[in-house]
């Protein structure tokens, strides 16, 4: 069974541009959530999406936004990035909700801002 | 708000060593209580879980009892190999709300030596 996948692994991106990252869940997982692992400020919520819908948000600015398809694939996006965006981004998937159930991460997608 | 403090690293130990990373948590009731494990370049796993007061969680060598009188939920091994050097991030998974997020603690690289 395929884990969690997220692609692109590695990207480089300049101050003031957007950037989208996919993540494509275990095959039968609803729930998607995603979190931005920094030095500074660990690893830290972003949202999570099940059914399309998001369910939950952590506390971040409104430049950051992700969407989830019918087939469960979720992206992720962040426009007019700033230096601190630099993180890696992890998706981690579930059956239903995370509470329920466990999540299964990705490897991440790495983001470097010049 | 619920939070998480785990011991700074890096921890150092030789092999065959018995290792213990505490780890605390502030939380409204009875959280879910879990260990991730990160390996360089990769996601996080899931090492072990525990869901109630006095559960033990364990897996590969690896045990951890949620302790509700102490609020720690520390990990423990009796005899660390050198295939166990990565980061150990300790988590919880609060009760308000009925969806749920991760929240976790900055993390504990650990390096084994031979």
């Known amino acids: 069974k395929a884990g969690v996948t997220q692609t692109p692994r590695y990207l480089i991106k300049t101050r003031g541009q957007q950037v989208t990252l996919s993540c494509s869940p275990i095959?039968?997982?609803?729930?998607v959530s995603w979190y931005q692992q920094t030095p500074g400020q660990g690893l830290q919520f972003l949202f999570e999406?099940?059914?399309?819908?998001?369910?939950n948000k952590g506390n971040f600015p409104g430049r950051f936004s992700g969407r989830q398809f019918s087939n469960s694939r979720s992206e992720m996006n962040v426009s007019t990035l700033e230096l601190g965006d630099s993180a890696l981004y992890l998706c981690?998937?579930?059956?239903?909700?995370?509470?329920?159930?466990?999540?299964?991460f990705g490897d991440g997608t790495r983001l470097s801002i010049l | 708000g619920d939070s998480v403090t785990q011991m700074e690293g890096p921890v150092t130990l030789s092999e065959e060593a018995f290792l213990t990373i505490n780890c605390t948590y502030t939380?409204?009731?009875?959280?879910?209580l879990f260990w991730y494990v990160q390996y360089p370049g990769e996601g996080l796993q899931l090492l072990l879980k525990?869901?109630?007061?006095?559960d033990k969680g364990s897996n590969k060598g690896f045990e951890a009892t949620y302790r509700k009188e102490t609020t720690s939920f520390h990990l423990e091994k009796g005899s660390v190999q050198v295939s166990d050097s990565a980061v150990y991030f300790c988590?919880?998974?609060?009760?308000?709300?009925?969806?749920?997020?991760?929240?976790f603690g900055k993390g504990t690289k650990l390096s084994v030596k031979p």
């Open positions: 988590a919880l998974m609060g009760v308000r709300g009925s969806q749920g997020n991760l929240i």
């Open positions: 999406y099940f059914s399309e819908t998001q369910r």
């Open positions: 525990a869901t109630k007061a006095d």
């Open positions: 981690a998937s579930s059956l239903d909700s995370p509470r329920n159930q466990p999540q299964h």
């Open positions: 095959s039968g997982h609803r729930s």
């Open positions: 939380a409204t009731g009875y959280p879910s």
